[in-house]
Each structure stands twice: as C-alpha cells, then as structure tokens.
C-alpha cells in the first residue's frame, strides 16, 4: 500500500475474568459444572457446564476451534454454541478442551465470557493465540449487530484478552482493532497471529472484504511487540481471484510443514463449500491453488491447525442438522473432528485419522450378516457384490471403526456402504463414483449432502477406514482423503455394502471396538 496505517492501541489490565439427553448429545461432568472427562473422539461441550439453573448453561455445540499447543498439551480452543440462547444474552464464549493425545479429552470450562449489548463482544468470533515473552495473547472476534451498537461502530472488530497461564484470561480494555480504509467494516473477522521469522515481526491475517467491490481477502498486519498493542497495516496476502469469487475467506491459518507454506481458509457459501488450503514455497507467497484444494467435504468446517512439534493436525468442526435427523437441514457447529496432515513430495496434502484414535479400537467383533438382496458372495470376511446388490450386518454399536480393501470392476456405476437410520430401511450412504472421479455422501432421500474429489480406476484395490461415534462418520480412503457425515441413527440400526450396477470387491472387511 502507498499509505500505510499505523494503529495505535493502548493496553491496559483489568481484572481475571474466571472465566438425560441421548448418546447424540453427550452429557459430561455434573450439574455442578467443573472440569469434565469426555470420552467421545469427536466432542461437544457438557450440560450444566457452570452449574444451577440457568437454561443458558445448557448442552451445545462444538464452533470454530482455535487450537494452540504447549508444553505437552493441546489447548483446544472453541466458539460455545450453546442449544438455549436466552434474548438479552451474548453469544458464542470461548470454551476448552484440553488433551495429550487427541483421543480423549477434558473440558476446562468457559476461558473468555461473551460482553453485554453495549459492548463490542456481545458476540465472540474466531481468534489466535499466541505467546511473546512469559504472556499470552488472545486475539479473537467482536460482533455485536445490535440496533443501537451498530448505528455508531463497526459490527466486527478485533480484541485482546491476555494471560500467564492459559487458563485466566484478561480481557483488554480499549484494545479494538476496526476495518482500515479500502475495508469493510461489517466483515472483519478471525484474526489468525504467528510470528515471522522472516521478517522478525509478528504477523496478524484477518478475514475482511475490499470496500467498494467487495472482494474477499486476508489483510495482514504487524507489530514487533504485542504488549505495544501498536499493529500496522501490512496489506492483503491473498485476495479471492474471479474464477473463485469467494463471499468471504473464514478462519484463515497459515504454517509451514517440510520446504512449503500452506495457507487455509474456509468458504461457505459458494459451490464449494469447506475447508480449501494453498502452497507457496515462501511465506510471502504467490499461493498456488492444488488441483484438489479441500481438506475434507463441506460438513468439516472451519479447520485450522496446531502441531506437537512432529505431527500437525487439522481440527474442524462436523456440522449438526435442524432438526436432528437424517434429512434436517445444516446447521452452524456441531462436534469436534480431527484429522492428521501429511505432505507428498509435490507439497499437496494427504489425510488420516490420528494414531491414538486408532488405537482405541482394539477389539474385534464378529460380522453378523441379517440381510442380502440380488447377488452377493460371501466368505469370510470377503465380499463380492455383483449389478443392483447389498449386504447389511447387525449394528456396529455407538464407537466402531470399520477397516477392509475394496475395487470396482468397471468406470461407470457406483458403489460403497450404507447406513441404515431407522428401522424402516432408510438409509444414508457413502459411494465412490468413478465416472465422478469423487466420493459422494447421500442422506435417506438421495440428497448429496457431501463430496470430496477421488480419482477411483477400475481393478484398483483401496483401503478403506471408517471411523464413527455416535451420528459422526469419517470415511478415509487410501491413505489420502477423508470425507465427514452426520448420520442421526446410524449406531442403533443395521449397516452394510452397496452396489448400484457394479461389480464391487470387499476384502478383509472388519470391525473393531474399543476394549
């Protein structure tokens, strides 16, 4: 930029701000709110987590995640998205979750409360952390669209609250971070904060649109000191091109990982709704768009990353329905889901399901078959699926995790699993489509609900592992894609193989509990 902007913010401490459902809504801890160990891989927070009566202290949802590692820990960050939202009251306080091994995980309770009607919090968005010195920055969202706030101040702005601990947090008064000219102010969110080697800064990328034109784009800042709370406008590090032509680019996350920088971003409300990511070999850019730029489908939302020092990892957020059945409708949150990174020599990236959620399912269970239709051959484990055919096995129970290779016999015609959502047959079903070069997820009334590109050749043997607990499913394949459900029902009834005009080959097919 020709002019730059200097925005000069004073920070200035105040007080430490302390800060019988079904197994689809796990409840976890006691109504007299505390620490809480849940068990689910893929959590959302426990009822009552405060204690006493107020309807607001109800079970929710698991919002964007802001993960942070340290010292041993994953601090996983989240927009609260609580099922009762009483009028008068903010929204979307940021929770916890704290793990070693992101398999289990305790929740730690509310870390930064949402503000009152007058403030610019009264709705909390998406943030960072990050450490300088012995202190913690937590730079996170302000949206407040209220009448009377939004006639006299922007409807998003960026705040501060910092801490010694990770666990008491101070929010920062007088700390507002508003659009700079050429921006626009109603869209200016999820402030993503590292800091650069390169320039020996820290850098700050947020979520905004240009003003006028309204295109997309990530704007940087830097500051050398946070505890300055001075932060200059640096200029956009990747604006959406006309052939995207995304509304807005939510959640962005930016690191490195073997010889190459990739940056994320999530998009939903254009064609390709998800999580997108793009290479450089320096962090200044130019951002390459991958032939195949998602990581998982449209149901894994908001995903940024936080890595242990060996492993990085993508933590995302599987979506819910209204209502909470098989054909409900998307809604905003839903349950934690995380899935490990791994690069190819060409810098395009590759996904499995953590080692430690692997582990969990030690113990094998015999398939029981209760049903067959057209023509199928079984033995032992091995199944062959000939034109219109299915075979559907008892329950895999609440946790289950499904392994086995698979091929089609021709380019055409689609095949894969199937899971029943009631008694009456109906079931939602996870394909691959050669002639799609994709795998697609349909609900109970054959709307596509998910997709995620897959070049499948015929003759080709995959392997196949599916993951789930309770109505999430993650479906990996080859080593290198995964795809995401919501499937309402799915551990109380049957489920199965399908094959829609192929010839569909399933071998070593088992599954596997925990102990």
């Known amino acids: 930029m020709k002019k730059r902007n200097i925005i000069k913010l004073s920070i200035a401490l105040f007080s430490v701000i302390s800060c019988s459902q079904n197994d689809d809504n796990y409840i976890g801890g006691s109504i007299s709110g505390g620490e809480s160990e849940i068990t689910s891989i893929y959590p959302v927070p426990p009822s009552q987590w405060m204690g006493g009566t107020d309807p607001y202290y109800s079970a929710g949802y698991t919002g964007d995640i802001m993960p942070y590692f340290d010292n041993g820990k994953f601090h996983v960050y989240f927009l609260h998205d609580a099922q009762n939202k009483p009028a008068g009251k903010g929204f979307h306080d940021i929770h916890e979750y704290e793990t070693t091994d992101l398999a289990t995980f305790t929740y730690k309770g509310q870390m930064i409360p949402y503000g009152n009607a007058n403030q610019p919090d009264f709705g909390v968005g998406t943030g960072s952390v990050v450490k300088a010195g012995n202190q913690y920055y937590f730079y996170y969202t302000g949206h407040n669209e209220t009448t009377p706030f939004i006639q006299n101040n922007p409807r998003e702005s960026v705040l501060c609250a910092t801490s010694t601990d990770l666990k008491n947090w101070t929010k920062v008064p007088n700390f507002k971070i508003t659009a700079p000219a050429g921006y626009y102010d109603y869209d200016f969110r999820d402030p993503h904060v590292f800091y650069n080697d390169k320039d020996g800064k820290y850098n700050m990328i ?133 899935h490990q990174l791994n690069q190819n020599t060409d810098g395009t990236l590759t996904f499995q399901a953590p080692e430690a959620v692997k582990t969990i399912f030690k113990k094998q269970v015999t398939l029981e078959t209760v049903s067959k239709t057209g023509t199928v051959t079984e033995n032992n484990g091995n199944f062959q699926l000939d034109g219109n055919a299915s075979v559907s096995f008892k329950s895999a129970g609440k946790k289950a995790k499904i392994n086995a290779t698979i091929a089609l016999g021709n380019a055409t015609a689609s095949a894969g699993f199937k899971f029943d959502v009631n008694d ?34 015929k003759g080709v043997n995959y392997d196949v592992e599916i993951i789930s607990d309770s109505s999430i499913t993650t479906f990996y394949i080859g080593g290198k894609k995964v795809l995401s459900s919501r499937i309402y029902g799915r551990d109380l009834t049957k489920w199965g193989l399908i094959s829609e005009g192929q010839q569909f080959t399933v071998s070593n097919l088992k599954v596997t509990k925990p102990e």
């Open 206 to 338: 947020v979520s905004t649109q240009t003003e006028p034109g309204r295109k997309a784009v990530l704007l940087a800042f830097t500051s050398t000191d946070p505890s300055t709370g001075n932060w200059q406008v640096k200029g956009p590090i990747y604006t959406t091109t006309p052939e995207e032509n995304f509304l807005m680019m939510e959640c962005a996350d930016i690191f490195k990982m073997g010889n190459y920088w990739y940056l994320l971003f999530s998009e939903n409300w254009g064609n390709s709704k998800g999580t997108h990511y793009r290479i450089a070999s320096s962090i200044d850019g130019p951002w390459i768009t991958p032939n195949e730029d998602m990581i998982d489908g449209e149901y894994f939302y908001a995903a940024k990353t936080a890595s242990d020092g060996n492993k990085r990892y993508a933590f995302g957020w599987t979506a819910r329905k209204l209502p909470e059945n098989d054909k409900g409708n998307k809604e905003w949150a839903g349950n934690m889901v995380i």
């Open 424 to 457: 009456a047959g109906d079931y939602y079903k996870i394909v691959l489509e050669p002639s799609n070069n994709r795998i697609a997820a349909y609900n109970s009334a054959m709307q596509l609900m998910a997709q995620i590109s897959f070049k499948i050749e």
